[in-house]
C-alpha cells in the first residue's frame, strides 16, 4: 500500500514538472518556474484534481470531494474528481471554470476562465462532454452535453456548443456553428467577433412583412 502511495507521490511530481515547463513554453507572462508554482491557481487546480481521482478510484469519494471543494475554495476552479483529464491540461487565469463529473480531456488542452464543461439536465451515465487532444476552450465558453469534440478543435469566447464538433474545426456564436473547417471558411457572416443578432434579424423580418401586409391592405381598400 505505501509502495503505491509513493510511486503515486512520484508520478505527481513527475507531471507537475512537466505542466511547469508547458505552461513557461505557453504562457508569455510566466516568469520563472517558481512563480508558476506559487501563484497559477490553473496548476494548483489540476494537481489538487490529480489527488482527489487517485482518491476517487479507489472509491474513497468523500475525501476526493473533499480535496475538489477545498481546491474550489482556493483557486476558483471547480474539477470533478471524477472526471478523466489527460497530460499537459493548462486552465489559463481560470476563475468560474467548471468541469463535470463524467467529462473527459485529451493531452494538450487549453481553458481559458469561466469555462463550462457541463451537463444539459439530470440524466444519468455519460452526461458531460469529451474533449480531444489539443483542444482551446475561450473566455466563457459553455459545452453542453456527452458528446465529442475532435482533435485540434479551437471553440470562441462566449460560444455554447451544444452538439458534436469535427476534428481540426472552429466554432463560434450561441449556439455554435462551425466557421473553419482546416482552416477554411465555412460561414463569412459568422467569426468570434462579428455574430449576427437573430433576434434583431427575426424582428426586422416582421417588420418588412408588417409594412408589406399594409401595402396590401391599402390596395384592397382603393379597390373596394
Known amino acids: 500500500m505505501f509502495n503505491i502511495f509513493f510511486r503515486k507521490v512520484?508520478?505527481?511530481?513527475?507531471?507537475?514538472?512537466?505542466?511547469?515547463?508547458?505552461?513557461?513554453?505557453r504562457d508569455p507572462a510566466a516568469r520563472s518556474s517558481f512563480e508558476i508554482w506559487l501563484?497559477?491557481?490553473g496548476l494548483h487546480a489540476v494537481h489538487s484534481?490529480?489527488?482527489?481521482?487517485?482518491?476517487?478510484?479507489?472509491?474513497?469519494?468523500?475525501?476526493?470531494?473533499i480535496i475538489s471543494q477545498v481546491s474550489r475554495f482556493w483557486t476558483g476552479i471547480e474539477i470533478h474528481p471524477g472526471a478523466k483529464i489527460g497530460k499537459g491540461l493548462f486552465i489559463d487565469h481560470g476563475m468560474g471554470v467548471v468541469i463535470g463529473e463524467t467529462a473527459e480531456i485529451g493531452d494538450n488542452c487549453l481553458i481559458y476562465q469561466g469555462v463550462t464543461l457541463g451537463g444539459t439536465g439530470k440524466e444519468k451515465g455519460k452526461r458531460h462532454p469529451t474533449?480531444?487532444?489539443?483542444?482551446?476552450?475561450?473566455a466563457g465558453?459553455?459545452?453542453?452535453?456527452?458528446?465529442k469534440?475532435?482533435?485540434?478543435?479551437?471553440i470562441a469566447a462566449g460560444a455554447v456548443v451544444l452538439e458534436e464538433i469535427p476534428d481540426n474545426c472552429t466554432a463560434a456564436g450561441v449556439p455554435a456553428r462551425i466557421v473553419r473547417n482546416n482552416g477554411a471558411?465555412?460561414?463569412?457572416?459568422?467569426?468570434?467577433?462579428h455574430i449576427p443578432d437573430p433576434v434583431a434579424q427575426e424582428m426586422c423580418s416582421m417588420e418588412l412583412k408588417i409594412e408589406r401586409l399594409k401595402k396590401e391592405l391599402e390596395e384592397m381598400k382603393k379597390n373596394v
Not at 60 to 65: P, V
Not at 131 to 138: A, C, E, I, S, T
Open 185 to 193: 471558411k465555412v460561414c463569412k457572416e459568422l467569426d468570434q467577433i
Open 149 to 154: 469534440i475532435g482533435n485540434n478543435v479551437k
Open 10 to 25: 512520484r508520478q505527481l511530481f513527475k507531471q507537475l514538472k512537466e505542466d511547469i515547463a508547458l505552461i513557461k513554453e
Open 49 to 65: 484534481y490529480r489527488r482527489a481521482h487517485w482518491f476517487y478510484e479507489k472509491k474513497m469519494f468523500t475525501i476526493a470531494r
Open 131 to 138: 474533449l480531444g487532444d489539443n483542444v482551446m476552450v475561450g
Open 39 to 41: 501563484t497559477y491557481s
Open 141 to 147: 465558453a459553455k459545452v453542453l452535453g456527452p458528446f
